[in-house]
Nanobody, 120 residues
Framework: QVQLVESGGGLVQPGGSLRLSCAASGIILSINAMGWYRQAPGKQRELVATITVGGNTNYADSVKGRFAISRDIAKNTVYLQMNSLKPEDTAVYYC??????????????WGQGTQVTVSS
């Protein structure tokens, strides 16, 4: 009922930048919050950044000052600008969105993930 499609991952050298995008589609009435999470090999999925409909943001301490989350409400799209990337940022990045469907049911869905590799 909700599809989240991520794009923008890839291979980048340490110190480089990438911009991830995630577009939500489906029978969406409203989105309350969107965010990015990541999972490195052998580790649990962890929060990277979230943004609410009101524009409030939250970041993991490890990415503060380097990453910036933003969203285009009209396009149901969230972005993650990643600067000064480090090898430890290497992971699969997942988009998450929560809100209400046109059927008035709540949803909380995940994208398929996009690989980010930081390596020289």
């Amino acid at each position: 009922q909700v599809q989240l499609v991520e794009s923008g991952g890839g291979l980048v050298q340490p110190g480089g930048s990438l911009r991830l995008s995630c577009a939500a589609s489906g029978i969406i009435l409203s989105i309350n919050a969107m965010g990015w999470y990541r999972q490195a090999p052998g580790k649990q999925r962890e929060l990277v950044a979230t943004i609410t409909v009101g524009g409030n943001t939250n970041y993991a301490d490890s990415v503060k000052g380097r990453f910036a989350i933003s969203r285009d409400i009209a396009k149901n799209t969230v972005y993650l600008q990643m600067n000064s990337l480090k090898p430890e940022d290497t992971a699969v990045y997942y988009c998450n969105a929560g809100g209400v469907l046109t059927t008035w049911r709540k949803f909380d869905d995940w994208g398929q993930g996009t690989q980010v590799t930081v390596s020289s």
